[in-house]
């Protein structure tokens, strides 16, 4: 059985320290290609996308943002059928295809307003160059009609005319924008930058995601999933050759190591603008050899979802809550927040610790179990970052049994009661399934329980009030499962007060309330001694 027990114990942590994987993807080529550039598509809501496309061949802008004299990319609009293929494709409606390059878009949840990548121009449509002479694709945002046509179009203010910004992906709160620029500040050839996105529509300052994602060559298409994965083109990272896909996970401060995606969505040639349309399925584009066109978008479908591994440990030593005496051997279990058993360890032989890594970001309870002191639940959360410190949470065992006077009392904390009610508290009911658990560890143990009253009141009316909030402690413990026959229950009113606050005393409701409390004593003694754990009482 121990075999049995530390092979559970060694499977559990296996699972729990598992690698960082790229998950893995089957892929097909769309029938919407073209022999020209087909790439960088976007979701329009649940059922339709937008992507660009030229009416010639033409090196895309990913290769070199600076001018040439190919024909400008426009944007298309599509549905998606049922298995995925993009049909219907129409030239968008509005003032967004103008004569230059438009390209890559993200939409807000609403589809009212977008953000898209075209080359630099004027209020009139003018070309506007740097001061090299360069037109630099610029990011800019509009309204879309209930037509589904864009107006009111306006560059974002952080653009400038001496360097390029584009390619943005909204997060899904809104609350972020990430894009790609070459502009001051930059690690590479071109980065990618993120701005927080404020309430009343202005911009944070730009910040570079810094050199875990952007290297001294490109790094591009940043789209960003509903948990905060952060997928991309590189052909900085290590590869298979030119732009390959990354993915990165972002934290509240920290910034995984990007993991190449692999075959078969990378390639020797290269591969960009992946996007997620949820778990399960999406798009990204290539100009590997076997499409049709010079770039070609390409469906897939998850067949092993990405996991980016972000641990934390937890950990701490196990006593005894009166004495401090180290308890080693005592059994720890982590719980996730559905009450799912993750792991489970014993105390240390020699400093009773344990210690636990789990996933970060999450809620876990801790539970610590030890012969003659009561189960004690604790609840942990990790943070949301990476190589975080550990948390130390130490656990105090309390005695299962104590002695007051000549009284052996279950050792739980006092339950109260509310100003003339009977009814069992939330916080009673904790301490209430303590003595249900004790019930339970030994089976002819029997318990009696008194209740008292404060003194505001007739002593009559209190006499009865202590009989029914006696009662309702053992219909409680009934309820959970226990033989009627191990608890018999009194109520003793206003006849033991625990401090001064007797009739005609000034007291304050806080101290009123020492008076109303339930006792729990063991009738029929089956401990040994030494398990009792005698307490002083003032």
């Known amino acids: 059985m121990k075999k049995i027990f530390t092979l559970s114990l060694l499977l559990c942590s296996f699972l729990m320290m598992a690698q960082s994987t790229p998950g893995k993807h089957s892929i097909r080529l769309l029938k919407v290609n073209t022999k020209n550039s087909d790439f960088g598509l976007n979701f329009y809501g649940n059922d ?24 400008y990319l426009d944007l298309f609009v599509g549905d998606i059928d049922s298995t995925g293929q993009i049909i219907n494709k129409k030239s968008l409606r509005g003032d967004v295809n103008r004569k230059q390059h438009e390209a890559s878009v ?55 005319d001496e360097f390029q910004t584009g390619l943005p992906s909204l997060t899904v709160d809104e609350k972020k924008l990430y894009f790609v620029s070459d502009r001051p500040g930059s690690i590479g050839k071109t980065d990618i930058w993120v701005v927080d996105v404020n309430e009343d529509g202005t911009y944070s300052e730009p910040e570079n995601l810094g050199s875990e994602v952007n290297t001294e060559e490109r790094e591009m298409f940043p789209h960003i999933d509903g948990d905060n994965v952060l997928y991309f083109s590189s052909n900085g990272h290590a590869g298979f050759g030119n732009l390959d896909l990354f993915a990165s996970k972002i934290y509240d401060h920290t910034i995984s190591e990007p993991i190449n995606l692999g075959e078969p969505l990378n390639s020797p040639k290269d591969d960009f603008a992946y996007i997620l349309r949820d778990e399960t399925q999406g798009y990204f584009s290539s100009n590997r050899k076997e499409g049709k066109g010079d770039d070609d978008i390409y469906s897939f479908k998850v067949d092993e979802k990405l996991f980016i591994e972000c641990l934390q440990t937890v950990k701490g030593v196990v006593r005894d809550k009166v004495t401090q005496e180290l308890l080693p051997g005592a059994l720890v279990s982590i719980l996730d927040s559905d009450g799912n058993q993750l792991q489970m360890t014993a105390a240390t032989e020699d400093t009773a610790e344990y210690t636990f890594d789990v996933p970060c970001d999450s809620e876990y309870t801790i539970v610590t179990v030890n012969d003659g002191y009561l189960k004690l639940d604790l609840e942990v959360s990790t943070v949301n970052d990476l190589n975080a410190p550990a948390i130390v949470q130490n656990v105090d065992l309390e005695p299962e049994f104590k002695l007051v006077g000549d009284e052996v009392l279950v050792n739980i904390n006092v339950i109260y009661f509310d100003f003339d009610k009977h009814n069992i508290r939330p916080d009673a009911a904790e301490e209430l399934d303590k003595v249900v658990e004790v019930l339970n560890k030994y089976p002819d143990l029997r318990i009696h329980s008194a209740s008292h009253t404060d003194s505001r009141g007739p002593k009559g009316y209190n006499q009865k009030l202590s009989e029914r909030r006696a009662k ?5 413990m009934i309820a959970k499962g226990i033989d009627p026959s191990r608890l018999t229950y009194e109520g003793l009113g206003e006849s033991q007060l625990t401090n001064k606050c007797a009739d005609g005393v000034r007291c304050s409701s806080a101290e009123h309330q020492l008076n109303r409390r339930t006792n729990f004593t063991v009738q029929k003694e089956e401990i040994e001694e030494t398990e009792i754990e005698e307490t002083v009482i003032e």
Do not use: C, H, M
Request: a positive charge; charged letters at 25%; zero cysteines.
């Open 106 to 160: 993200t939409f807000t949840k609403d589809l009212k307003t977008v953000y898209f990548s075209a080359n630099n121009y004027d209020a009139k449509g003018k070309s506007v160059k740097s001061s090299k002479g360069i037109d630099n694709i610029q990011l800019y945002k509009a309204s879309v009609g209930v037509d589904g046509a864009w107006t009111d179009v306006k560059k974002l203010d952080f653009n400038s």
């Open 48 to 71: 339709r996308v937008v992507f660009a496309s030229p009416t010639e061949k033409v090196a895309i802008i990913r290769r070199n943002w600076d001018g040439n004299d190919q024909p």
């Open 472 to 476: 309702s402690t053992v219909e409680y």
